[in-house]
Structures are given as structure tokens and as C-alpha cells.
């Protein structure tokens, strides 16, 4: 079959086979872009490019991939070759319509997208990796990191890797040492890795030894005794010799520790029809001589040779320079490290000064990098028993009562010792060595904890005090101590007052506070300045505390008022007052009726003024209160009942009045806050009989604002000049306060709009008149004007506004036999201010004339005089 036949049955062909979707591939004779899966089966139909120019026999194609696809006369496009993404992602075509190869149509464009497909499977670079591991490495710490890529558009799932870890050979426990991360391809060790890894065993070398025969020697002498057998014949060191040559020299390919296999997938590794490759990682686990040697102890005040050497550290490079210094930052640091990685200490330490040091240790290079990571090593001070207990006082000082039973707690003695506490260095005992006075048996007991006790029933008539010496000892140290134990009285005497009844009192009921009714006495048999003789005493039957008895604790009281006495409430009292130690009675002992006295108190009847209900007396009204508003009714009553009447003073405006017998004060004339917006009155209720028992009051009036007054303007007249129309200003003001004044609204009488004028509102307060059109002739003018306040209250204004022909400083010109204008106060002084500045100015230029003039004549003569 030609291909000229083919080309004409394939369309028909085709469209046998898939039916409409050929429909949907038709378009007009344009640009157009086409999107074609790589790999696409051939032949292909893609596109038919229609025209409508009856004349169009065929079809011409140019440009890059012309030979991949190729076109019918009826405009089909098909494809001949598969695509492949990976050459070429997309090509353009050039299509012209001809008509016996003579271009009709055209060139149009063709783009054809090749759509990427996942027909390329990830792969490593290399099928086989090495790598080293020092044994335990942290956990997620990358040591190594394998690589793949994609042949497919990395800007599609097609190319998105996934690395994954598929076995670890060996794995005894089934534990997986090592781990791989997903996106990047690091592996590192696991957690279970840092803990289990393990190297092959090896001789440590230090900076200084170097790896040959004759050192290897040295280090086996230093681990085996000598056998006396050659070193090559000892099968000992020949087996040493060859683990060591084989760890020198492992080949991680033919003797690695570990191998991993591991994957990478595209589609990101979440589809079952990813593409897969595989990657083998051999593993050689280092030894890590970099291990730490803490923490260390060391005792304190060894006496050593210093310095003395304390611990040893040695890098993974062999080659490391090691420095050393302190974490905290403190001036003492006796520490010090050799070349060899020994850590040496310098000097004697004490524990009681610092009980531990933390070194910081820095293994690097020649350029100062790290090559180990900074090792922090703990060095705790051990103790030793080099310090003697020690009295916390000179003089430990207890007290004990009398008669107290067998075994009482008198107190703790408080003994320290320096050394480390919870350790037999610190454990201390307790022996008394001396008693004064001296008793047969002993008196006190102390235990290992310093607790003193007694050891029979102590009298203070027998002995007040007692010296005693306590040797305190720990294993090798022991120091005394001096403790006094003071015996104090036991309460066994009761107060007794000198008498128990000290009959009435009688008291006005104005008497001060303070004043005294009685002076009271009660004594004690117990030992004095103790507490079992200091006397207190309470009251009782005075519920309302008007009274308390003032005394210094020796017997001595002073009954006295405390709060005013009120006749009303009470008139008398029967007053029992209990004389009481602070100190607990002796067990077994009460007090008794000795204890306790009566003072009986009158009180009589004073004539006092009236009191009023309320100390504060406010009342707020508003300002349009009507005539005979009540505005407050006073309340007062006289203590003894008497008859009161009231009366007002202070109201300056008469506004207000007050009935005498109620006390109702009302309104008797109108209000104005704008006239006076707060006020005071005085209030005074007195009795009937005797008006000199009198109270006063003072009231406070405050008035609230209502809507009374209406904006109104300033000034209600101006002009304008013919020849330099400026707008008028107009002002207004209002009475009243906030919210019923500004901000106000500026609008032309019934609320339309002027043929000649303007109205603009500035602010709250003030707006602009504006003349629309150029006057042409002198006129006055009486412009409607209504301003409202903000609660829309308000009234029709006039303002007048003549225009007319002004003279040069801005004023009206008025013709001798005409009348003037009447302007207002505010323009008037204006004019004048002007005419005076105009003839100051005058006299001025008159002046500087003059002058001038003086001038030049007394140049002229001396100019002549200089001729002559």
C-alpha cells in the first residue's frame, strides 16, 4: 500500500475505531496547542485543521519534528513516530494551506506538549557504596548518603524518590542499627545503633606512639607476662599481630561489619506500579577511643606528689591537640592536660570549698576545628573528716517549767559540722560532761540528735538555773558546748483584786473618750516578771466594747470609755472584769471569784442637737423643673425627742424654698443652669424650744441641662467687596451644653437652595456665605439663614450682607451725602483699626521723605564748601 493510500484510508479507518472521539479532534485553521503522551502508538490522528477556503487542495509542514508527524489533504495531522520525553518535551509546527503548492493560508502554529509517562526506573550512581562509622555515633548524625535520579520530568510524581532501608546484614536480634532517610538518602545510625554498635577490637595508640612492630610489642608486654618465647613463635602475639594487620587494613568491600541494601522508588514510593533500583552500602564500624572517663573522684587533701595524674582521654585523630578548661567560671581551676591526652590535677582540693568541678575537654586539629565533639568530664570531690563540730552559739539558753513530768522536751542544742552531710564524717554524739549545779543522779539526758531532756521534776525554789557542758564528737573531731536551762515558775497563783465590787459610776453621756471611771488593782503571788504573774484583764457585759481598762501588765487597771456613750441606746452597765495570767493555770487550779471584779456604771441624759439622716446631702434637677418641685425632703430627729423645724440659707438666686416643719425644699421661681449651673444651700434643723440646739447641712444642687436656647449668631450683618468677592463667616453660639448645643447645622430659610448664594459649612460652630455670582452693583442683602443645635432645635435668622465698592484697604466707600452702612461691632472696630494703620503708614512716608530731604541739602553744602 502506497502511503498516499494509506493516508487517505487511515482517517476512515480510525474513525471506525474510536467513533466520536475524531470529532472532538477537529478545530479551525488557527494556532493550537496539542498535549501527547510520550510513547503514544503510531500512527497516531491528532488534530484536523479545518478551512473554509474552497480552494485548499492540500496541506504543507515545516519545522522542528516536520518528520515525526504528517498531514492530509483533508487537513488531518497525524503521528508517525512515538515521542520520547526525555529528547524533546515539545515541538512546534509550521502548517500553511495550499492550493497547487501555492500558499492560500497560513503559516499557523502547531505546539504539541510531550506529557511525560513513568517509563524510566530510578537508579543509584554507583551499585556500590563504602562507608565508615565510628561506634556509637548519635543517633541521626548522617555518616554517609547514597544518590539516585530519574530520567523522567522532575516536575512530576514520575521523578519523586523514596529511599528505603530493605535489610541489614548481619542481623542476629533483628534489630535494624541503621536507618536512611527518605527524602535525602542519609544513612545514620538508629538509636538501637549508638547503644549496640561495637568495632573490632584493637591496640589504642596515643599521640605520641606510632603503629610499628616494636610498639605493638610494648603494648602486648604491657597485657601478657613475659613467657620468655620470641615474639614470632608465641602464638599468642602472632594472633595479636594479624587481628591488628587484618583491622588496619579491612576492605569494606570483601570484609565489611554491615551491608545494607537499600531502595529507591519513584511515584514518591506510595504507588504499586513505582519503578524501583537498588544500591549495596558495605559498613565498617570504627573503634571510638573517644570515650568518656567520668566521673572521677578524687578525695580531698591527698597528700600527693602533684602534679598527679587522674584520667586519660584520646582522640579518634591520632594527631589531636587537647585543651582543657573550666565550665563554670571560677578563678580556682587546678586542673590541668597533656599532650598525651593525660589529665593531670595540680594541687590539693577541698570539698568543703567546691564539691565538684566540671571539665570541658576540646580534642582538634592544627586549625583549631574540632575533630571529636567537646567531652564534659564530672570530677567529685570525695570527703574526708577534717573538720570538728562546731556550737551554733556561745550559749544555748532554755527554759523548762516546774514541775514539768519526767522526760520532758527542753529543747535542741544546734551543733554543725562541716563535712559532708549523711556520712560518718558528719555523724555526731552527744555526752554531757558537767552539771552546775552539781545533783545526784543526774538531772538531763541528751541523745544523738541534741535533744535535751529531764530526768526528774524540777523545782525552781530548789534551783532557778542550771550550767551545763556538752562535748559534741563526730569519729575524730569533738568540741563542747555551754547550755543554760533556766527554771521559770509554774502558774500556780491566782490574781486577786483588792476588792470585787467597786460600786457605781455615774457618767454624763457626753463624757470624752479616754476619760477614766476607775482605777482597778489586782496582785499575783507568782514569781514576778514571769508570765505566770502578769495580769491582763477582760470585761465583760459590754457588747458594744464602749469600754477597756488600760494597764502595763502589773496589777494595775485603768477603766476608761473607749467610744462615745449614748443615753439612748444605753443607760447602764454592770461591767465584770476578769483579771487573767497569760500563762495556762497549774493543772488542777481555776480561777475563782478573787479573780473578778464589778464597777456599775449610769449614765445620764444629755440635751443634744438633732442629728440628720444623711451626712451628704446631693440632689440634681433638671433646670426645667416647675414651680414647687419637690427637690429633696431633709431628715433629722433630735436624740431626746424634742420638736424640730428646719430652715434654708444660701440660696442667692431665690430659687428655692424650704418648709420649716417637713423639711421639703421646692422650687419657688424658675431654674437656669446657664445662669448657674451648680449651687450650695445650708440646711439647718433646730429644736422648737431652743433653737440654739442646732445642726447643719450642706446640700449640693446641681442643675441638668434641658433644651432652652437656641443657637444663635454672633454677629448678623457684613459685607462684601465688589471687586475681591470673599466669602462671609458667620458664627454662632448656644447656651446650652452638650448634646444640645454644636455641632450645629447651617441651612436657607424653609430648606431651599439660593440663586445668589452659598452656604458651606467649616465646623461645629461656624459656615461660609458665599456669593455664586459677580456682583455688578452696590446692594444690601437679607439672607434667611436657620441653625439648629444637635438635637435639631432651632430658629430663622437674618443676616445682612451688603455689597458694595471698597476702597484700597478693603472697606466699604460711603458717599459723604449718603448714610452709612451700619455694620456690626466687629466690623465697625475693624475700619477703624484699618484708618489708623492707613494714616500711621502715611505719617511714616511723610517722615522717611523729610529726611531724605535733609539729607541731600547737607550733601549739596558740603560739596560746595569743598569747591570753594
Not at 525554789?461 to 536551762?485: G, N, P, W
Not at 530731604?853 to 553744602?861: L, S
Request: aromatic share 8%; glycine share 6%.
Amino acid at each position: 500500500m502506497t502511503p498516499m493510500v494509506r493516508l487517505l484510508l487511515l482517517p476512515f479507518l480510525l474513525s471506525i475505531a474510536v467513533g466520536k472521539d475524531l470529532e472532538e479532534k477537529k478545530g479551525p485553521f488557527e494556532n493550537t496547542v496539542l498535549d501527547v503522551p510520550e510513547g503514544t502508538p503510531v500512527p497516531y490522528p491528532l488534530y484536523q485543521l479545518q478551512v473554509t477556503n474552497p480552494r485548499v487542495n492540500g496541506f504543507r509542514l515545516d519545522g522542528e519534528g516536520k518528520e515525526d508527524i504528517s498531514v492530509a489533504k483533508d487537513g488531518w495531522l497525524f503521528l508517525e513516530k512515538p515521542l520520547d520525553w526525555s529528547q524533546d518535551d515539545h515541538y512546534v509546527i509550521a502548517v500553511e494551506a495550499l492550493e497547487n503548492d501555492e500558499v492560500v493560508e497560513g503559516p499557523v502554529y502547531v505546539t504539541i506538549n510531550v506529557l511525560d509517562i513513568n517509563n524510566n526506573a530510578p537508579s543509584f550512581n554507583q551499585s556500590s557504596y563504602i562507608a565508615m562509622v565510628q561506634e556509637n555515633s548519635r543517633a541521626g548524625l548522617p555518616f554517609t548518603r547514597v544518590f539516585a535520579s530519574d530520567l523522567d520530568d522532575p516536575q512530576t510524581p514520575n521523578a519523586q524518590l523514596k529511599y528505603s532501608l530493605v535489610s541489614q546484614i548481619p542481623n542476629k536480634k533483628n534489630v535494624l542499627l541503621f536507618q536512611i532517610n527518605p527524602k535525602t538518602g542519609e544513612i545514620s545510625t538508629s538509636d538501637e545503633g549508638q547503644q549496640m554498635l561495637k568495632a573490632r577490637e584493637g591496640i589504642q595508640y596515643g599521640r605520641e606512639e606510632d603503629q610499628s612492630t616494636e610498639m605493638l610489642k610494648m603494648k602486648f608486654d604491657e597485657f601478657c607476662p613475659v613467657q620468655n618465647i620470641p615474639y614470632e613463635e608465641n602464638p599468642f602475639f602472632t594472633c595479636v599481630e594479624r587481628a591488628e594487620m587484618r583491622r588496619r587494613n579491612v576492605d569494606p568491600l570483601e570484609d565489611p561489619d554491615f551491608t545494607l541494601l537499600v531502595r529507591v522508588q519513584d511515584l514518591g514510593g506510595d504507588s504499586p506500579t513505582a519503578l524501583s533500583g537498588n544500591a549495596r552500602v558495605h559498613i565498617v564500624v570504627k573503634q571510638n577511643l573517644w570515650n568518656n572517663p567520668g566521673p572521677i573522684t578524687i578525695k580531698e587533701n591527698q597528700k600527693e606528689q602533684y602534679p598527679l595524674v587522674i584520667a586519660k582521654v584520646q582522640s579518634n585523630d591520632p594527631d589531636a591537640v587537647y585543651t582543657l578548661v573550666q565550665k563554670e567560671k571560677e578563678l580556682k581551676f587546678p586542673f590541668q592536660i597533656k599532650g598525651n591526652g593525660e589529665i593531670v590535677l595540680t594541687e590539693e582540693l577541698d570539698r568543703e570549698e567546691k564539691d565538684m568541678y566540671i571539665l570541658v575537654v576540646f580534642a582538634k586539629d592544627n586549625h583549631d576545628r574540632d575533630v571529636d565533639p567537646p567531652m564534659e568530664i564530672h570530677i567529685l570531690v570525695e570527703d574526708v573528716n577534717d573538720n570538728a563540730p562546731e556550737c551554733e552559739q556561745e550559749e544555748s539558753v532554755f527554759e523548762v517549767q516546774e514541775d514539768e513530768i519526767v522526760g520532758t522536751s527542753i529543747g535542741d542544742l544546734m551543733v554543725s559540722d562541716a563535712d559532708e552531710e549523711g556520712t560518718l564524717n558528719s555523724q555526731l554524739t552527744y555526752t554531757i560532761v558537767s552539771q552546775s549545779p552539781v545533783t545526784t543522779p543526774g538531772t538531763f539526758l541528751i541523745d544523738d540528735t541534741g535533744k535535751i531532756q529531764s530526768l526528774r521534776m524540777l523545782q525552781r525554789k530548789e534551783h532557778q538555773a542550771y550550767d551545763l557542758i556538752i562535748r559534741v564528737s563526730d569519729s575524730e573531731f569533738s568540741t563542747e558546748c555551754k547550755v543554760v536551762i533556766n527554771v521559770i515558775d509554774v502558774n500556780n497563783e491566782t490574781p486577786q483584786f483588792e476588792k470585787n465590787n467597786y460600786g457605781s459610776v455615774t457618767l454624763a453621756e457626753d463624757s470624752p473618750v479616754g476619760h477614766t471611771l476607775v482605777t482597778i488593782k489586782a496582785t499575783d503571788a507568782d514569781d514576778p516578771d514571769s508570765g505566770s504573774s502578769l495580769i491582763e484583764f477582760h470585761i465583760s457585759g459590754d457588747e458594744d466594747e464602749v469600754f477597756t481598762v488600760e494597764t502595763d501588765g502589773k496589777g494595775v487597771g485603768h477603766l476608761v470609755v473607749a467610744k462615745p456613750l449614748d443615753f439612748e441606746a444605753s443607760q447602764t452597765y454592770k461591767l465584770q472584769i476578769d483579771a487573767r495570767n497569760p500563762e495556762p493555770l497549774m493543772k488542777g487550779l481555776e480561777y475563782g471569784e478573787e479573780s473578778t471584779a464589778f464597777v456599775f456604771v449610769d449614765v445620764t441624759d444629755v440635751d443634744e442637737v438633732p442629728e440628720f439622716s444623711l451626712d451628704v446631702l446631693d440632689v440634681t434637677v433638671p433646670e426645667n423643673a416647675t414651680k414647687g418641685s419637690v427637690l429633696l425632703t431633709v431628715e433629722a430627729k433630735d436624740p431626746e425627742g424634742q420638736e424640730i423645724r428646719f430652715k434654708l440659707d444660701g440660696d442667692s438666686k431665690g430659687w428655692l424654698e424650704m418648709d420649716a416643719n417637713t423639711g421639703q425644699i421646692r422650687t419657688k421661681d424658675k431654674l437656669d443652669r446657664e445662669t448657674l449651673e451648680t449651687f450650695e444651700v445650708t440646711v439647718t434643723a433646730f429644736e422648737k424650744d431652743h433653737p440654739e440646739k442646732s445642726s447643719e447641712r450642706v446640700v449640693h444642687v446641681r442643675l441638668l441641662d434641658v433644651n432652652d436656647n437656641v443657637p444663635k449668631l454672633i454677629e448678623n450683618q457684613d459685607f462684601i467687596c465688589m471687586n475681591n468677592p470673599k466669602p462671609v463667616t458667620i458664627k454662632a453660639q448656644d447656651a446650652d451644653s452638650e448634646p444640645f448645643s454644636q455641632p450645629f447645622t447651617f441651612t436657607f430659610a424653609h430648606g431651599k437652595k439660593s440663586p445668589n448664594w452659598d452656604l458651606r459649612k467649616v465646623d461645629g460652630t461656624t459656615a461660609e456665605l458665599v456669593l455664586k455670582k459677580k456682583p455688578t452693583e452696590d446692594k444690601t442683602f437679607s439672607v434667611l439663614i436657620n441653625i439648629k443645635d444637635n438635637a435639631g432645635i432651632g430658629v430663622t435668622q437674618s443676616f445682612e450682607v451688603k455689597v458694595c465698592e471698597c476702597t484700597e484697604l478693603g472697606y466699604c466707600f460711603v458717599a459723604p451725602e449718603q448714610q452709612a452702612f451700619k455694620f456690626g461691632m466687629g466690623a465697625t472696630i475693624g475700619i477703624l483699626a484699618g484708618l489708623i494703620g492707613f494714616c500711621i503708614l502715611v505719617f511714616i512716608v511723610v517722615i522717611k521723605r523729610s529726611k531724605k530731604g535733609k539729607k541731600k541739602n547737607v550733601t549739596e553744602e558740603e560739596e560746595r564748601n569743598a569747591m570753594m
